[in-house]
């Protein structure tokens, strides 16, 4: 189906009936808690009725809400699949709906197979300042020495900002480690940043 032919659904009629909703809450406590954040439109297929010699499947479009608390730093690679080189996306958002598809009992699909930015959809990482400092600094460890380290972090938090996947809290762990080390690292696209989320309110 093309993105052409697909209508975008208006939020109010999102209700108990063309809604679904997928939570993950439970895993190992010690880890960061980092929770991933999807909406958009998608299409159901499922099979119905009992015939013995009749396979026959519905089609529905739905509008499909998804929140998914990541367990480990495996499950990070595996959902999320960062690459944080400069010269091309950092995340594939469309790959990560369609993991997170995945996960769940019926088949679902997305309207548009693009990789890069889905139609119809939002997606996001959202975390406190101390969750997104507690995991580059004790799980996603990049450089020899904690001062290096620290500045691999500031460096990845501001590619996943500039990605549009992570807010606020990823912006105030940058700046605080920027802070506490003493980072040669500019704050302006972190303070703008938490700027535009102030005025987003």
Known sequence: M???DQPTLPAEDADEQDTDKATSTTG???????TIDARGVAERFRRVGDWEHTDALETQEIRLSLSHKIQSYS?????IAPDFDP????????????????????HYERPSSTSDDPPHWTLSVSGSAT????????????????HEHAY???????QLLGADIASDGAALAALDLINEYDLDHSKDQFLEDLQDDADGE
Request: aromatic letters at 14%; proline letters at 3%; glycine letters at 4%.
């Open 28 to 34: 190992d406590e010690a880890f960061p808690s980092l």
């Open 2 to 4: 093309s993105t052409q």
């Open 131 to 146: 969750a997104w400092r507690r995991f580059f600094m004790e799980y996603d460890q990049t450089g020899a020495e904690e």
């Open 152 to 158: 691999h972090a500031v460096a990845h938090l501001s």
């Open 75 to 79: 499950e990070w690679t595996d959902l």
């Open 87 to 106: 010269h091309r996306p950092t995340v594939w958002k469309g790959d990560i709906v369609d993991r997170l598809f995945d996960q769940l009992s019926e």
